[in-house]
C-alpha cells in the first residue's frame, strides 16, 4: 500500500523576517501648563530634563517621585546641554549680556550638591558635550579638556561642518564635499557604538556616514533623526508646515541602511516634535508643538 501525503508549502518559514518598531505605549509627563517644555534628554531611568521654548533654564522631572526641579535659570542655557552617562552631572552653556558685550560661559554643575564650576568664559563658545565624564567643548576654534580624550565625540557644526573628535585631535567634516556643491549640516548625532554619524543637509536630507566621511545610506527627508541605543534604528520627525508654522507632525523610524521604515504615531490631536531615544531602556521622548513632553515606550516587532 502506498501512502500518499499532501505537501502544504510553509511560505510563512520561507519568507524573511521583516522587523520593524512599533510604539506600545505613551504617556505625558505631569508638567505645568505655564511653561512650553521642550528639548528633553535621558541619561538614565531615573530622569529626565527639558528646557523651554525660549531656552531660559534647565529643569528636571525624577519618575519614582513624580517631581518637578529647576537646576539652573541661567539665560540661554537651555539651548545646548549634556547630561554625563552617568547622571551625575550636566554641562550647559550660559549667554550674559554685560556692559562690554555678550559673553559666554561653560558651566558643570553637580546634580546632587548643586555646585557649579565655570570651566571656560569667552565670546565664542560652542555647545559642550561629555566624553566620559569628562566635558570637552570648542573656545573660538580651540578644542578643551581633551586630555585623556580618547573615544570619537560630536561636538556640533563650525562654519556648516561637522565637528568631529578622533584620540583628542579636531576635525571637520564635510562628507558631501565630493558633490562639488557647498554643504550646510544640522542635527549630527554619533551612533551608540561611535562608528556611525547620522546627520542633515539642509537641501538633501538626511544620511549615514562612518567617520571618515564616506557615506553609508542616503536617507532622505527625514528631519531630526537620532539612533535607537542598539543603533539598529533611527527615529525621526515628519513635520509640515504652511510656509510659516508648523501645522503637523509624527514620529517615524527606518532602518540605519534606509531600507525599513515604519509610521509610530498616528496623532490627531498631537504635533509630536525632535525625538530623543534612552540611551538605556526602549523609550523616546520628544515634545509637542504645545509644549508637553510625552514619553513613547517602542518594541521591535515582525511583520
Known sequence: MITKYII????????????QLKITN?????????????NVQAADAKSAFFTTS???????YVFSTKSLKQITNSPRSGYGFAVSPDGKSIAFRRTLNEARGRVQEVVLRNLST???QILSRGENLSTPSFAGTKVVYANEAKVQNLAAVTEPVLLGIEDTKIVLLENGVKRLLDPLAKAGTPSSYIWPQLSPD??????????????????KGNIISRL???????WTRDGKWLV?????????????????????????????TRSTDKIELYPFCSPVEDKIFCNTLDGDILVMTYAEVGR
Request: aromatic letters at 8%.
Open 8 to 19: 502544504i508549502p510553509l511560505l510563512c518559514l520561507q519568507l524573511p523576517a521583516y522587523a
Open 26 to 38: 505613551v504617556s505625558k509627563l505631569p508638567l505645568p501648563k505655564s511653561q512650553t517644555w521642550s
Open 54 to 60: 525660549d531656552y531660559q533654564g534647565i529643569w528636571r
Open 114 to 116: 548643586g555646585a557649579e
Open 194 to 211: 561611535g562608528k556611525l554619524i547620522v546627520v542633515t543637509e539642509m537641501s538633501l536630507g538626511a544620511f549615514v556616514c562612518d567617520l
Open 220 to 226: 532622505g527627508r527625514r528631519n531630526c533623526a537620532v
Open 236 to 264: 525621526y520627525m515628519k513635520d509640515v508646515d504652511d510656509g510659516h508654522n508648523i501645522t503637523g507632525s509624527d514620529l517615524f523610524s527606518i532602518s540605519s541602511d534606509g531600507k525599513k521604515s515604519a509610521q509610530l
